[in-house]
């Protein structure tokens, strides 16, 4: 399922430019076609996480497949850009409620770190040539098959994930069920949180600063995440214990996985647009112009657990971000002046996100109860898909605000030209930003934890790694 998540958050940049011309869609419009996605995904992961914890991690895969499928299967059926938008509103459903059993998984069947480093490792490998090849793969189906192809590749990954899960694996024992009460009010709660935090930029941009709508959302987005807390802090039974967030293994693979998940797509979206709007390559020239970040990032996995054996799991997460965090920097300083830039920022971010995603995730993991496996997986992928629509939001809303007309006609003139390659820098050096500012924050916290050998701590105990 980690294939379908990757594989669905890069496949469909390369085929921004022609769906904003098919479908008349604006560059807000185009945002929300990507955004919404990880808007949808990232705000019921947590409340369907804890769902599962519940009533079976099997269950609720199967039945998100289902959904997968009949999402995956409409888009032959669209004709304008807001039909694309609920279709993916609901592909984001589905991901929220298949993603986090597949790590899940991998705990559940493993008690060692290494066994556990090499299972991740592989779910990762697969995922991330749904990433790697997803661009380059869509970008050659662009040039004789209709944009739409690329999200009915979904319909048969859904029948075969369906059907091996089906058979391969047992339903959740009874013993492994948590078996709290779900906590209704603060799932609702975080779920707003995020789905505004994402909207807000974006409306700045559509209504402007001097419009009530955007201050409203923003100032609600606060209010509702000040509630979550207090009713995190307050419930007998949380849908979040904020006391095993704040564990340092936890919390630094977090902000890890999180500055990934932002460098990734905002990059990705960024780079795409660049490569045919601005440089003027064919979809298909730039799906080899990707190729830099498919190398690394299905070639990157042999190097994971030789990283980790050398320096350990809590140096590699600090190396690989911080490399994601240089490959930003790269790009918004220097990418507007040739493509051989693009390419080193590619390999940077890929690098440093192939480790991470890796490193970050089994750190979470070690610091949490073997009865949250869902939840904390599901923690890993909030992290990553809600700074995936901040990274997609912040680099749309950047360019909206600085680029006059709209971004997917052809022929800007000299001057349009000019506000689009000022967008890219300004959009770079602010994903730069917030990601050296997570990057920090996780290595910070990191510190606090003794050594990268500290045992993943059980339901009850007190965990070495505790704040």
Known sequence: MFLFEMLDNSILNVALPTIGRELSASTAVLQWVTGVYAVVFGGLMLALGALADRVGRRKVMLIGLVLLGA??????????AEQLIVIRAAMGVAAAMTTPGSLALAFRLFDEDALRV??????STVGLVGLGFGPTAGGFVLA?????VLLL?????AAFAFLGIRRGIPADEADDLHRDPLDGAGALLGTVTIVLALVAPTLFV???????LPWLATVTAIVTAVLFVVRERTARYPLLDLELVARPLVSSGLAFKAAAGLATAGLGYLVTLQLQLDRGWTPARAAVGMLPQVVVLIGGGALIGPLVKRVGLDKAAWLSAGAVVCGLAVYGLLGRFGYVWIALALVLVAAGMRVVGVVAGTNVMRGLPADRTTIGAALVD??????????IAVSGTVLAALFTGDVATSNWSTHQTAEFREAVTWAGLSLTVLAAALVGWGITRARRVPHSTTPPPTAGGDGADRP
């Not at 299967?73 to 004709?79: D, E, P």
């Not at 004789?144 to 739409?148: K, L, N, T």
């Not at 909030?382 to 990274?391: D, F, P």
């Open 382 to 391: 909030t992290a990553s898909e809600v700074t995936t629509g901040v990274g």
């Open 206 to 212: 559509d209504a402007g600063a001097a419009s009530p």
């Open 144 to 148: 004789f098959a209709p944009w739409q």
């Open 153 to 157: 590749v979904n319909v048969p990954i």
């Open 118 to 123: 090499r299972a991740t490792t592989l779910i």
């Open 71 to 80: 999402a995956s299967l409409a888009t032959a059926f669209v004709t304008t």
